[in-house]
């Protein structure tokens, strides 16, 4: 087992393009991409790792007003190799006008440390864009959005940029969506962040 940290505040900013078409063949990095998400997703599971989450309501100027949700959890096995998340800090939640529901708490978890298997590309529509650098690492750049939804399952649709030496997916930026039966529902964009843990796999750690 090894642990990694993750933590998770909200931020939006994209990156502009340098290089709009090439020559590449979109399919096949898409399908060996997949397979790279399918086999990380896999090994993911054997890791341990701690992850902090923070939530803060903010005025109009942008300053704190105390309202605040913040939440620390390990990600651990038991003795019989279960599997758990453990709660280490929990403070009281003092959010005013926010109110988190089973969708967002659904995000944080599966959505924004999103990974792209070959199970899951029949479900979006995926299209190539072009290559960009990322903090000076080359990138195949895709759109994705859900072909359709399904009630009860949450969906990631924005823009993913791909390493293009290890073929896997190194930050993402965009939005939860899915099927809701409230209008009140706002699910802010996002923008995550992967960094290479054990010389291998790039795993989610800033969002």
């Known amino acids: 087992m090894r642990g990694i940290v993750l933590s998770a505040v909200i931020a939006a900013v994209c990156l502009p393009m340098w290089a709009a078409d090439d020559n590449v063949n979109a399919d096949e ?9 399918t086999e990380f997703a896999q090994a993911r599971n054997n890791y341990t790792y701690h992850q ?9 100027g942008g300053n704190p007003t ?20 453990k709660v280490t800090k929990a403070p009281v939640i003092s959010l005013r006008n926010i109110l ?18 070959t199970a899951e ?10 290559r960009e650098k990322v903090d000076e ?33 190194v930050k993402t930026y965009g939005k939860a969506t899915g099927i809701i039966n409230t209008k009140t529902n ?3 964009k996002f923008e995550t962040y992967r960094e290479q843990i054990d ?4 795993f989610p750690t800033y969002t």
Request: charged residues 30%; proline residues 6%.
């Open 100 to 117: 988190l529901t089973p969708e967002d708490e659904q995000d944080l978890r599966n959505v924004q440390p999103f990974v792209l298997t």
């Open 29 to 37: 990095i898409i399908r060996k991409f997949a397979a790279k998400e």
């Open 66 to 85: 105390g309202g605040r949700w913040y939440l620390e959890e390990d990600i651990i096995f038991t003795p019989e190799g279960k599997r758990m998340e």
């Open 137 to 169: 690492i080359g990138c195949y750049t895709f759109s994705v959005k859900p072909k359709k939804m399904v009630k009860g399952k949450r969906y990631f649709e924005g823009q993913i940029w791909v390493d293009d030496r290890d073929l896997q997916i």
């Open 52 to 60: 902090t989450v923070t939530l803060e309501e903010l005025d109009g």
């Open 121 to 130: 590309i029949p479900e979006y529509d995926v299209n190539y864009l072009g």
């Open 199 to 202: 010389g291998k796999y790039w």
């Open 186 to 188: 706002q699910f802010p």
